[in-house]
């Protein structure tokens, strides 16, 4: 028995040690930072207390940030949950061109963000701009979606919809692939229509992706910002600010980086507890064969 | 058998002799660069580079691309934070005072010898040295400079009835010009806007055009104060965002700045303000004759200076930084000059190098080269502050919400300054 448990622990050592120096011991060193001023040249980091906390209370950036934040999660999640869903269910059927069209589907994933963020530039200019042309064609006028402060934010949402949904439309691929045509078809006997397979098998069948998939695309609404780097560097005035991308922002560019770990800190509080929410509250309603 | 077996032998040992002598001989030099505009910049740095080594077997420069001016400065901080600083770097000539607070850089007066500090820093075009001075040291020598100019679209001056050989010399000319160049179709939509001046991302620096020609000089030259809300500044604000809303000659909002050249190509706009860097694309790309002027005077011509300058890194040896002040002094010779500004489009800092032959047949190629040269008499630095970042970040978003129509012009300037007071008290 000891020995199991000696080689138990020698087998998680180099798994825990690489834990340890990689993630644990930056979160504490984090943590420690948020409670000192920011070193400064030869002024060294003094204790602060909460002093960080105070100000990010009193930022009004990080509120607007958080803000912003939730309406893009609250828009990017369900939009390209559901965009992934209609997308799986029409490339699961039998039908001409298929493969072509889970390709297409899927391109936006393999693309790096970045560089795709600089063609969205071109679809969004006012005037001559791809949105702008089409809008032409139906006689509507320009905008300037990139440059509102009102649209902004909804314009950059797009474009991360664009780039999520193909990549959750996988799972859910990969979930209808697996679902036995036998419960199907004996739901069919019992005279069930189209919608009701859809409710009654085909969705509770789905729920352990749409779980897994909800949760990445939470991670994803606080994480992925690399378009917001690109087309508008959080702008006009911050309103595609998002937590991330302002984290980013104090700490690499302001080098304030004892406001930057307070940052991190709140961000992972934040995100630590929806996730944990996430499994409890969504987990009973999960339906595991 | 044996005889080649020796003979390897010799060349090995001979090999691995070269080997560790290389090293003890030469001077191991690294040096970060940014490339913010398109062509052949990161190539020909790497051949300058070589053409020097080849001349100079005993120093051994490695030039590091480290992306764009701000993947520059973060990276080039984190490895002086973790006491691994690279010899040299271009970096923005705006982070002077950031790089002076966060104590990383050194003075190049130690280096230089007195004759030189007059011939050298001296030669230098007063502009750009306004941001590469402080406390009576040279802290940066001008490598890649820019400054910002106004494009025009001769064909659609033409079509609007307008002189294509006259561009507008002052800003009410400007608006009067681009109201005949606003071009609407018959449902009222507009299809040409009379002017582009890109307010995404970094208004703070074509803002700069308007503030410094209507004599609002944004911060001290201690770096420590910004005048955000003086009367000139909010003047030049309100005269920015009039251009979208009372007069209507350019797109509501903000605008995008990389797409700009692009708005040009596409006649939607017939007039655009961007930097002379963007010279050799518009030459290559522009479907139509095009002409380069100054920005427009308000009371009299103004633009600000812009790009990089080279700075020398203090956690070095004395050794070292004599052999990078060599080479950044090789770097900044006229032939050398020459050549980064046909490759690139910066401006040559130094009045010498455009006496050089090559610059001279260049500009008789590319006359709009010599209108960023002679604008330099008119030009300041642009916003050089401590936290230089974070208070640009402040104006940016001012003047964000002055062109979206969140914010009057007195109000968001206000606000800007009380937030940057808050920042810099702490410096003075």
């Known amino acids: 028995m000891r020995r199991q448990t000696l080689t138990a622990w020698a087998l998680l050592l180099p798994a825990a040690c690489l834990l340890v120096v990689f993630t644990h011991g930056p979160v504490l060193r984090t943590v420690l930072a948020t409670f000192y001023t920011t070193p400064h040249g030869r002024l060294p980091a003094k204790f602060a207390g909460f002093d960080n906390y105070a100000h990010l209370i009193a930022d009004p950036i990080f509120w607007q940030a958080l803000r912003n934040n939730l309406l893009y999660a609250g828009l990017t999640i369900p939009a390209s949950m559901g965009l992934a869903l209609v997308m799986a269910l029409l490339v699961n059927g039998r039908m001409r061109g298929r493969g072509f069209l889970r390709m297409a589907f899927f391109t936006p994933t393999v693309l790096p963000l970045i560089a795709v963020a600089n063609i969205w530039i071109f679809f969004y200019q006012p005037g001559f701009g791809l949105i702008d042309q089409i809008r032409g064609l139906f006689g509507l006028g320009a905008t300037n979606l990139l440059g509102q402060g009102d649209s902004a934010l909804y314009a950059v949402a797009a474009v991360a919809v664009w780039k999520e949904a193909g990549f959750f439309m996988i799972f859910y691929l990969a979930a209808l692939q697996a679902i036995p045509q036998s419960l199907i078809e004996a739901a069919r006997l019992e005279g069930a229509n189209a919608l009701q397979i859809f409710r009654r098998v085909i969705w509770p069948l789905l729920t352990p992706t749409t779980l897994f998939v909800a949760v990445n695309a939470v991670v994803n609404a606080f994480r992925l910002v690399d378009h917001i780097y690109q087309m508008t560097g959080g702008g006009p005035n911050n309103a595609t600010a998002l937590l991330f991308y302002y984290l980013y922002q104090v700490g690499f560019q302001f080098w304030d980086t004892a406001y930057a770990a307070t940052l991190t800190t709140v961000l992972v509080v934040v995100l630590g507890l929806v996730s944990v929410g996430q499994f409890l509250f969504l987990d009973r309603k999960v339906h595991y064969q | 058998m044996t005889m080649s077996y020796l003979r390897g032998l010799t060349l090995g040992a001979a090999a691995t002799l070269a080997l560790c002598a290389a090293p003890a001989l030469a001077l191991d030099l690294q040096f970060y660069f940014p490339v913010a505009v398109g062509g052949g910049a990161a190539k020909t740095i790497g051949e300058l580079t070589d053409a020097y080594m080849a001349q100079h077997p005993d120093v051994k420069i490695e030039p590091v691309y480290t992306g764009s001016y701000v993947d520059t400065i973060a990276k080039a901080m984190t490895a002086a934070k973790g006491g691994n600083p690279p010899q040299l770097a271009v970096i923005g000539a705006a982070e002077m005072f950031n790089l002076i607070g966060e104590d990383v850089i050194a003075p190049f007066d130690d280096y230089v010898s007195d004759a030189d500090k007059a011939a050298w820093f001296g030669g230098f075009y007063p502009a750009f040295m306004e941001n590469s001075q402080a406390f009576g040291k040279t802290w940066g020598i001008p490598f890649q400079r820019s400054t910002p100019v106004m494009y025009w679209n001769k064909e659609a001056f033409r079509k609007a009835g307008l002189d294509p050989e006259h561009a507008p010399a002052s800003w009410d000319e400007m608006v009067e010009m681009a109201r005949k160049l606003t071009v609407k179709d018959a449902s009222g939509q507009v299809t040409q806007w009379g002017v582009r001046i890109p307010t995404a991302g970094l208004p703070y620096w074509l803002y700069q055009g308007v503030a410094i020609a209507n004599d609002a000089i944004l911060a001290s030259a201690d770096g420590k104060t910004t005048a955000f809300n003086s009367p000139e500044a909010i003047e030049a604000a309100q005269k920015l965002v009039d251009l979208t809303t009372a007069q209507g000659v350019m797109e509501k909002g903000t605008l995008d700045w990389g797409a700009t050249p692009k708005a040009f190509f596409e006649g939607n ?82 009045a010498e190098d455009w006496d050089t032959p090559a610059l001279k047949d260049y500009v008789a190629k590319v006359p709009g080269a010599l ?35 969140q914010a009057e012009p007195k109000a968001a300037l206000d606000e800007a300054q009380a937030k940057a007071d808050a920042i810099l008290k702490a410096y003075r």
Do not use: C
Request: glycine fraction near 6%; charged fraction near 15%; avoid cysteine.
């Open chain 2, 269 to 350: 706009a017939a007039m655009i303000w961007t930097t002379t860097g963007n010279l050799t694309n518009i030459t290559q790309n522009a479907p139509f004759p095009f002409g380069v002027a100054f920005l427009p005077a308000i009371k009299h011509f103004g633009a600000p200076t812009g790009g990089g300058n080279f700075y020398l890194f203090k956690d070095s040896t004395d050794e070292e930084k004599k052999a990078s002040v060599d080479f950044v002094k090789w770097m900044t010779a006229p032939e050398q000059a020459a050549k980064w500004t046909m490759a690139t489009g910066y401006v040559a800092p130094r």
């Open chain 2, 371 to 405: 209108v960023a040269r002679e604008q330099l008499q008119y030009a300041k630095a642009e916003l050089t502050v401590y936290q230089n970042a974070q208070i640009t970040q402040i104006l940016n978003s001012a003047l964000e919400a002055i062109m979206t129509g």
